[in-house]
């Protein structure tokens, strides 16, 4: 074991590893402005199209806890390299596809070479970065990226569909991951857990597989229902085997999560928590304010993506203050702020008008709710590493992400049922079609704001006042604990 990295290389891994998670965030959006072209070129049926978003959410979802706990024990740069090119080389694929099905298997592979590299790439600079001022730092342009990547997803994916054809919005990935991959053995120290690496197959098979299902039927629930089947069926199939996983951490000699383990860390149980209700406020933001825009306002897809970058630019600059102000009064109040008004945001986007503006209905509510997402995102990220320790770091990686993606997912689903149905209710009664849109909106954005401040009651009552004072303490007296070493 070597010291850790070197303080001039530490920021230049930090703009690798960002740039990294930057692109998997960008392209769980990028591709949503492309898809009626992708569905004209390919020959998608319209019950298809769709799983061109959903075929990433499902793999990156169902494989993120797997990814984290690879990583602590295979090692954090492997995992992240391994998945990195794997991410590639699937975008690569998708940009060749020739039919549906290429297409939707390498959306797959893609997600799967996300949940390798995210919680890697996360836990690497949870173990570069030492608690405290510094970590808050480096956290401040992780949360910008994280925050700001839907938003730029949907910019780009505009000007590269419009520009250069649907293809480029997969191409794009290539360039970036061949120089991501040249350059991560140079930047990124190796870190791995030391001893003995067992890895325990059946928590990993029964995990993996109750978190993919879960996903997969809330996806599927608005097309085939909330009370069907097969919805009612996966969901209990997946409880049982998220079950059956606990039960066999319980009882395993190298467990893939020890129980109570990181949970006995009262603020990483309660963040987690409350990141589900985050993610169902924020991610289901963009998909229903892009559907506004086009839908209603006639805007096209590149007028779409360009009406996001006063969002996107907003959540950069917000991230900024969120980590200084993390640094000075604790991740709680930060964090409770950024959702209180996040709610505010999304309450004002519920008053969207059939009749209404760009400027009047998306843009200032969309700078309240840029405010919201980059002091939500920052000391949600803060508090999820916080006093984790180095052996552990992957694991508290691969949980945050999950949650994230399991609350968009949950709130993506729940609020496209609410929406559609409202619009289907005013369609009945006669209303024209702008105006029934509008109302199921309106619903969605309503409920989204409930998610917000239900999500600050959580952290209110379930993360630590202490750990959150005990932080801000540390960051500004400048007495930090040691780096966690890394391997050469």
């Known amino acids: 074991m070597s010291p850790s990295i070197a303080p001039d290389r530490k920021w230049l891994a930090l703009a690798l590893l960002a740039a990294a998670q930057f692109v998997v965030v960008l392209d769980a959006s990028i591709v949503n402005v492309a898809l009626p072209s992708i569905g004209r070129e390919l020959q998608f049926s319209q019950e298809n199209l769709s799983w061109v978003i959903n075929a990433y959410t499902l793999a990156f979802g169902g494989f993120l806890l797997l990814g984290g706990r690879m990583a602590d024990l295979l090692g954090r740069r492997r995992l992240f390299l ?102 991560a053995p140079r930047l990124l120290p190796e870190s791995r857990n030391g001893g003995a690496r067992h890895f325990d197959v059946a928590g990993a098979v029964a995990i993996t597989a109750g978190l993919t299902l879960l996903v997969y039927a809330l996806i599927d629930a608005t097309n085939v229902g909330w009370g069907s089947t097969q919805t009612l069926g996966l969901i209990a199939i997946a409880l049982a085997l998220i079950a059956a996983f606990v039960l066999i951490e319980l009882r395993s000699r190298a467990p893939l999560m020890p129980f109570p383990g990181i949970f006995r860390i009262r603020t990483i149980a309660g963040i987690n928590l409350t990141a589900l209700f985050i993610a169902m406020a924020l991610f289901s933001m963009f998909f229903f304010v892009s559907l506004y825009m086009q839908q209603v306002l006639g805007f096209d897809a590149l007028e779409a993506g360009l009406a996001y970058l006063p ?21 709680k109040p930060v964090l ?86 409202r619009t289907g209710d005013a369609a009945a009664a006669g209303d024209p079609l702008p105006v029934a849109l509008t109302e199921g909106f309106q619903r969605a954005f309503t409920v989204g704001a409930g998610f917000a401040l239900f999500g600050a009651l959580l952290a209110t009552f379930l993360i630590s006042n202490r750990a959150s004072r005990d932080h801000a303490e540390v960051a500004q007296r400048g007495e930090i604990e040691q780096p966690v070493p890394v391997a050469a």
Do not use: C
């Not at 709610?343 to 919201?372: E, I, K, M, N, R």
């Not at 399991?406 to 049922?417: E, R, V």
């Open 336 to 421: 409770i702020a950024g959702l209180l008004l996040t709610a505010a945001g999304l309450a004002w986007f519920s008053q969207v008008s059939p009749t209404g503006s760009y400027v009047a209905d998306v843009l200032f509510p969309s700078l309240l709710a840029a405010v919201g997402l980059g002091f939500a995102f920052v000391p949600m990220t803060i508090a999820a590493v916080s006093g984790v320790e180095g052996h552990e770091a992957g694991l508290a990686s691969g949980l945050i992400n999950t949650s994230q993606q399991i609350g968009g997912a949950l709130g993506l689903a729940i609020l496209a049922t609410i929406a559609n149905g």
């Open 82 to 183: 391994g998945g990195l090119i794997l991410f590639g080389l699937a975008s690569l694929a998708g940009g060749l596809a020739q039919s549906d099905g290429q297409l939707i298997a390498a959306r797959a592979v893609q997600g799967l070479g996300a949940a390798l590299l995210s919680p890697a790439a996360l836990s690497l600079v949870t173990v570069m970065f030492t608690e405290g001022a510094e970590r808050n730092k480096a956290f401040g342009v992780w949360g910008a990226v994280a925050g700001s990547g839907g938003a730029v997803g949907v910019l780009a994916g505009g000007m590269l569909t419009q520009w250069a054809g649907w293809e480029w919005v997969l191409f794009v990935n290539v360039p970036i991951v061949l120089v991501a991959a040249a350059l």
């Open 311 to 331: 969002l996107a630019v907003g959540i950069i600059i917000s991230a900024g203050v969120a980590s200084q102000l993390t640094t000075r009064f604790g991740f």
